[in-house]
């Protein structure tokens, strides 16, 4: 059976991964796989565990392996539900990180991991560790984690976090799965229509010629379209490619652009309502697992604004926090906001008059969160004809206009 060995170094960054074979104390052959910075410190790491180690291989890094890959949200929930499972297990922190850390299969979590797990060694809080890693690790997860740390109740912390994390990125995927599909369809599509009009146009074009008869208007509307892509394809590329990047750059750095995207978003037919639905969502999940973890409202409605993941809600929320703040009920200052439907409004109200807000704001959650699902179900059925319709008027019309002629060329003989 395989022990696990711990990875020794202290404050260093941890990048290589090694498997081990050995005998322990009573002589028994064991094996196993940890991280080091190098042999040495392996070798001594396990000697301190009562391995006497025999042999000792580098792990070989893919070819194509790109520093360890980016750690992700879904890690990020994993480490979370990891970690809490060690402290409910009577695991100290330290030794639980070093475990969940060298037991990782992706390089760049195991040297995050690791890293935080040596600033705690060196004196700092968990939360304190995390808040060093502000791109992975958001405010409303170093909120929750202090006030764990705090209450003396970081396990259930750790997992209503995790838990969090779980529903708002399968949230996510739900809503991106349902958007691949006719996204992708409509990119072959547009590829294939200017394949045609670069490559299959040009020989038609060459084949009409020769009927020495005028072409009907909707096949020469095709050609003079192949014409200017052959001419100006790439510059019109160019330009396009151009515009892509200054609307990303801008949108990423431009909060106005957003606020704007955001309001059109919200107002465009099918997907404004998913949107819609998904920001409730997501701030009602956010509202109940900060309120239920002992956060006060104001500082939690803080958070929450951050996490609803579309700027007019956000702006909404921080408005009914300093509602909130000068004695407003919750109720009353969501009914303000013009944002939230009656029936939330209501829930909320009850949730506030029986001391439950956690508990009701959950249930709202969960509402709407299989909402944004049956929503995105039907826009998954309701795109596919779409897309369908897309695909023969673009490529069917291409083909039907390149045949007008020859049937022209039938009727008259």
Not at 133 to 144: C, E, G, R, V
Request: charged share 20%.
């Amino acid at each position: 059976m395989a022990t696990p060995a711990t990875a020794a170094s202290k404050g260093i960054k941890v990048d290589t991964a090694f498997n081990w074979e050995g005998r322990d104390r009573k002589g028994n052959r064991v094996k196993g796989k940890s991280t080091a910075p190098d042999e040495t410190a392996l070798k001594a790491d396990l000697r301190r565990q009562g391995i006497a180690a025999s042999r000792i291989r580098k792990v070989a890094k893919p070819l194509f392996a790109g520093g360890g890959g980016k750690v992700n949200p879904q890690d990020i929930a994993v480490f979370m539900r990891q970690l809490s499972t060690m402290l409910g297990a009577g695991i100290p922190l330290v030794q639980g990180l070093d475990i969940v850390g060298a037991g990782h299969d992706k390089p760049a979590a195991q040297r995050l991991i690791l890293n935080i797990k040596s600033d705690i060694e060196a004196g700092s809080s968990l939360h304190e560790a995390l808040g060093r890693h502000p791109l992975l690790f958001d405010k409303l997860t170093l909120n929750l984690v202090e006030a764990g740390e705090h209450a003396g109740a970081l396990e259930s912390l750790l997992d209503k976090v995790a838990t969090y994390k779980e529903k708002t990125e399968a949230l996510k995927s739900k809503v991106k799965k349902a958007l691949f599909y006719p996204t992708a369809v409509l990119v072959v599509a547009v590829i294939v229509t200017i394949i045609l009009l670069i490559f299959v146009i040009p020989q038609f074009e060459s084949l009409f010629k020769g009927f020495g008869a005028d072409l009907p208007a909707f096949t020469q509307m095709v050609i003079n379209i192949s014409r200017f892509v052959q001419a100006k394809g790439l510059y019109l590329a160019v330009v396009l490619g151009a515009a892509g990047w200054v609307f990303f750059y801008f949108k990423k750095r431009s909060r106005r652009m957003q606020e704007i995207l955001d309001k059109v978003v919200l107002k465009v037919p099918i997907i404004g309502p998913i949107v819609n639905k998904s920001c409730i969502a997501r701030y009602s999940r956010t509202l109940s697992t900060m309120f239920a973890a002992g956060v006060p409202l104001v500082e939690a409605l803080e958070s929450v604004a951050g996490a609803t993941g579309n700027i007019l809600y956000e702006n909404a929320v921080l408005r009914m926090r300093d509602e909130v703040a000068t004695g407003v009920r919750l109720q009353r200052a969501m009914e303000n906001t013009d944002r939230f439907t009656n029936m939330v409004v209501q829930t909320i109200a009850v949730g506030e008059e029986s001391g439950s807000l956690d508990t009701m704001s959950g249930k709202v959650a969960s509402f709407y969160e299989a909402e944004v699902d049956n929503a995105v179900d039907a826009m998954s059925s309701l795109l596919e004809p779409l897309i369908m319709a897309i695909l023969g008027v673009l490529v069917g019309g291409l083909v039907i206009a390149m045949y007008l002629p020859i049937f022209k060329l039938g009727s008259v003989v």
